[in-house]
């Protein structure tokens, strides 16, 4: 079955850790976004890719770096944990004729300690 | 400048109370404007992408429309299960394949 995996989906970390937030999908789409959502407030794009060993810098300043060496797996990773990097991490898709429209994973809830 | 603008930020109806949802934007060269669904805590849900004025789209109690300024979302005789936050995002102008995105509406229905 298409669709997009976030893991893992609830994560509890000290401050200085690294993390790495797993992304993967089975849409066939080669376009990748990473988004940041803090509870009732807007979508922020930090990071996109159009394909492989393509990667680019959203809109909202990020201290997260991620990588994309295969289409269907986009991870994000964060160096050094902070607590003002606690919030919900969403990763989504594009591709094919519809290529605007973005499908989301389900997300992954990150609170630093 | 690309934006996308939605009204109201929050709408409490009571269950079988129809309304619409606002979505009004300003983009060049529009490549499609989107709208979605969202739960508490959960990744957005798409529901319908309209592409050109006067393009409209249904799916159970909801109905989509677009004009050349503005969609509407029509939501006829809601349900309890209705509630959540609806977004509006649009694609096209200078940011290839990103989508400008408004800051959504809260729609509670009462029982």
């Known amino acids: 079955e298409a669709d997009i995996y976030q893991t893992p989906r609830y994560l509890v970390i000290g401050t200085g850790k690294k993390i790495t937030l797993e992304c993967s999908q089975t849409?066939?789409?080669?376009?990748m976004y990473w988004y940041q959502q803090d509870p009732g407030m807007e979508l922020h794009l930090i990071h996109y890719?159009?394909?492989?060993?393509?990667?680019e810098k959203g809109d909202l300043s990020s201290e997260s770096t991620v990588s994309r060496i295969r289409t269907e797996h986009f991870p994000l990773t964060l160096e050094s944990a902070r607590p003002s990097h606690t919030s919900q991490y969403l990763c989504?898709?594009?591709?094919?004729?519809?290529?605007?429209?973005?499908?989301f994973g389900p997300g992954t809830r990150l609170t630093v300690t | 400048e690309d934006q996308v603008t939605q009204s109201p930020e929050a709408l409490r109806l009571q269950e079988g109370e129809s309304s619409s949802l606002n979505c009004s934007y300003t983009?060049?060269?529009?490549?499609?404007l989107f709208w979605y669904r969202q739960d508490p805590g959960k990744g957005p849900e798409f529901l319908f992408t309209?592409?050109?004025?006067?393009e409209e789209k249904e799916k159970e109690r909801l109905k989509a429309t677009l004009t050349k300024k503005e969609s509407f979302l029509h939501i006829t005789a809601p349900k309890p299960e209705d509630s959540a936050t609806y977004l509006c995002?649009?694609?096209?102008?200078?940011?290839?394949?990103?989508?400008?995105w408004g800051a959504g509406t809260k729609l509670i229905i009462k029982p």
């Open positions: 989504a898709s594009s591709g094919g004729t519809a290529a605007y429209e973005q499908y």
């Open positions: 849409m066939g789409h080669d376009k």
């Open positions: 890719s159009y394909g492989v060993n393509s990667t």
């Open positions: 983009v060049s060269g529009l490549r499609g």
């Open positions: 309209l592409y050109s004025a006067g």
């Open positions: 995002a649009v694609g096209g102008g200078y940011s290839n394949y990103q989508l400008i």
